[in-house]
């Protein structure tokens, strides 16, 4: 499956953000779809996930109740609504793809796309 995130950009704190990966292949509703985030100089970081069938999301304990993860199986599009956003948030967010239901580590995406720069900052 290939995936492409887009909808970043520079954002004041507070504002927010909707980013949106599209997904390549007939597969990909049975994929775990998740976000993650890399700062300069830091590490990837997991943000959110949800899993195939758009029942369960997970979501990293500094995002929780500001960002929301959803699907929508038949565009094939998985989407990152960020509420609230914080300059901490600054990264380049990723999209990706994994078989384990319950994914949230890294090393269980098999797949990932390039990423999309969201800035937040006053």
């Known amino acids: 499956v290939q995936l492409q995130a887009s909808g970043g950009g520079l954002v004041r704190p507070g504002e927010s953000l909707r980013l949106a990966c599209a997904a390549s292949?007939?597969?990909?509703?049975?994929?775990?779809m998740g976000w993650f985030r890399q700062a300069p100089g830091k590490e990837r970081e997991f943000v959110a996930a949800?899993?195939?069938?758009?029942?369960?999301?997970y979501y990293a304990d500094s995002v929780k109740g500001r960002f929301t993860i959803s699907r929508d199986n038949a565009e094939n599009t998985v989407y990152l609504q960020m509420n609230s956003l914080k300059p901490e948030d600054t990264a380049v967010y990723l999209c990706?793809?994994?078989?384990?239901?319950?994914?949230?580590?890294?090393?269980?995406?098999?797949?990932w796309g390039r990423g999309t720069q969201v800035t937040v900052s006053s």
């Open positions: 292949g007939r597969t990909f509703r049975r994929y775990t």
């Open positions: 990706a793809a994994a078989l384990n239901y319950d994914a949230t580590t890294g090393p269980e995406y098999g797949y």
């Open positions: 949800i899993a195939w069938s758009g029942g369960t999301t």
